[in-house]
């Protein structure tokens, strides 16, 4: 297996510009996790799914964010509009089952975004 | 909700010589305790775990102990590597709350 992909790995763009990050979870795993990542905050969870339905979203920070998941191998994370404040990266990740019940949680390479 | 404060947010080893990461945690309802390790630039990746049903976790140089009574569990690195530099974060519960992360640095 390929393991957890994102894409883009780094994406450079301009405030205001909407941005769309995209993974693609572990086959056979029905969660999916969205982080962001600074020096400031740490690893923050955003949103997760569970069998392509969001769980909880209480980690969105504003209304500016959104995240789907259409099917199970495939979830966006969109910004618009974007603000430098946005600069992060963006880890996705996968599991079998919620990690409380003991599955391990599988984090995809990362998107580094940087929002002039 | 759940709050974790982890400690400390540098470390600085000899090769050798063994490092500890503290974790504590606030929800007693809180069962799964994962540490993940994280290179420059890498994704965080798993390294052990701890279920609430058990003390101690061991893995050849790592092991993890947990106390649920005091809320806090820790990391433990013997005969530490340079290859052992990265930044460690403690997690909890199911959501993956994590710790704000901790720097080692092994010196040769």
């Known amino acids: 297996d390929a393991g957890v992909i994102q894409s883009p790995r780094h994406e450079v763009t301009e405030m205001g510009q909407e941005v769309t990050l995209r993974c693609k979870p572990i086959s056979g795993h029905d969660y999916l996790f969205w982080y962001r990542q600074t020096m400031m905050r740490g690893l923050e969870l955003l949103i997760y799914f569970n069998n392509n339905v969001p769980i909880d979203d209480s980690g969105m920070p504003e209304d500016r964010f959104s995240a789907k998941m259409p099917n199970a191998s495939f979830s966006t994370l969109k910004i618009q509009p974007s603000e430098p404040r946005d600069s992060a990266v963006y880890f996705c990740?996968?599991?079998?089952?919620?990690?409380?019940?003991?599955?391990?949680?599988?984090f995809g390479p990362g998107t580094r975004l940087l929002v002039l | 909700g759940e709050n974790v404060e982890q400690h400390p947010s540098t470390l600085s080893v000899q090769e050798g010589d063994s490092a500890v990461i503290k974790c504590t945690y606030s929800d007693s309802a809180s069962n799964y305790f994962p540490w993940y390790k994280q290179e420059l630039g890498k994704r965080p990746q798993l390294i052990i775990d701890?279920?609430?049903?058990?003390g101690e976790k061991k893995d050849q140089r790592i092991a993890v102990t947990l106390n649920k009574t005091a809320k806090h569990f820790s990391l433990h690195i013997t005969e530490t590597q340079p290859e052992d530099s990265a930044v460690y974060f403690c997690?909890?519960?199911?959501?993956?709350?994590f710790g704000t992360g901790t720097r080692l640095q092994v010196f040769p």
């Open positions: 997690a909890v519960s199911d959501k993956l709350i």
């Open positions: 701890i279920r609430s049903n058990v």
């Open positions: 990740a996968s599991s079998l089952a919620a990690a409380g019940v003991g599955e391990t949680q599988y």
